[in-house]
């Protein structure tokens, strides 16, 4: 499998923050999509999470490798059950990714956490910073199934100046460097913009990261 053959050139969004879009093969996706609905039945499976001043998020998700929840890793979820575990998969994905959006291989702290998000058609993803983590190592994101609005920001407020990008199935954007703390979130999806032939109804999103934390 050869994603490189794949896709359109890479659009930089800002200064460390890539979009390559079609970069995942379409079977990759299908292969993607598969782990996904695997991952979501669990244990420690797919759930929309209680934020910290009322109602939960819109957007169901399910952790593998360290568990978040608004706004913290741990290695179980609150009712004490194990978080599943990162798959080499993903690892070697997401470095694949790095190299293919910076041009170089990714030197800095192994990727070992990935959040899955499932968006049905009335979800959304408020503006918020991936501040969780203790490395700064890139954040590397893939999309599956419905077309969304990547709203992709700066660094300072969760306001303007961002850049509203589309983000399809089988994109990838990869934030690090400069751009790694940008306010981002996803206003709305387009549902019903899936490839039928994928068998999905929604949006998946995986971002996989480097949480620097240790046991
Ligand atoms: O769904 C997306 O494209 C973005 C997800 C995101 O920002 C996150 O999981 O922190
Ligand atoms: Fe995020």
Known sequence: MDEALFGSPPVTVA???????GWLSPQTQADLVRRCREWARGPAGMRRHPMPRGGRMSVSMVSLGWHWQPYSYA??????TPVQPFPDLLGDLAARAVEAAHGAPHRGDPYDVALVNFYDADARMGMHQDRDERSRAPVVSFSLGDSCVFRFGNTETRNRPYTDVELRGGDLFVF???SRMAYHGVPRTRPGSADPGLGLTGR???TVR?????D
């Not at 290695?75 to 004490?80: I, T, Y």
């Not at 480097?210 to 240790?214: M, P």
Request: charged letters at 10%.
């Open 15 to 21: 200064p460390g923050a890539v979009h390559l879009p």
């Open 75 to 80: 290695r179980e979820l609150p009712d004490g």
């Open 176 to 178: 690090g460097g400069p």
């Open 204 to 206: 998946l999103n995986i």
């Open 210 to 214: 480097a949480s620097g934390l240790q």
